[in-house]
């Protein structure tokens, strides 16, 4: 079992920055594929970025490359979603997502994911 727990979601402008954390316990955490979605009200739970094990590869939703930055600290059991120039679209639940099948092909889609967290409200007003 893994157990994700997200933080540093929160409400901020249109241009400004955040960075979410996802600290991880259980399992190895260095043999886990990490990802990060997110979900608007209303909205299917989309792919936003991914991490492979050791941090070698990165993955990124179009629309957010180039703004945002995957992150790994293995010591630390942690993944980190550096997000820059927010934007109001970017508003959504996001959550951190691990997996330890699949391949880089598969890092897009939940489904491939078996643990996730509980989710931190990120909301960028205009």
């Known amino acids: 079992q893994v157990q994700l727990v997200e933080s540093g979601g929160g409400l901020v402008q249109a241009g400004d920055s955040l960075r979410l954390s996802c600290a991880a316990s259980?399992?190895?955490?260095?043999?886990?594929?990490m990802g990060w979605f997110r979900q608007a009200p209303g909205k299917e739970r989309d792919f936003v970025s991914a991490?492979?094990?050791?941090?070698?590869?990165?993955y990124y939703a179009d629309s957010v490359k180039g703004r945002f930055t995957i992150s790994r600290d293995v010591a630390a059991n942690t993944v980190y979603l550096q997000m820059n120039s927010l934007k109001p679209e970017d508003t959504a639940v996001y959550y951190c997502?691990?997996?330890?099948?699949?391949?880089?092909?598969?890092?897009?889609?939940?489904?491939?994911?078996?643990?996730w967290g509980q989710g931190t409200q990120v909301t960028v007003s205009s």
């Open positions: 997502a691990a997996t330890y099948r699949g391949y880089s092909r598969d890092y897009y889609y939940a489904t491939t994911y078996d643990y």
């Open positions: 259980g399992r190895t955490f260095s043999s886990a594929t």
């Open positions: 991490i492979s094990k050791i941090g070698r590869n990165t």
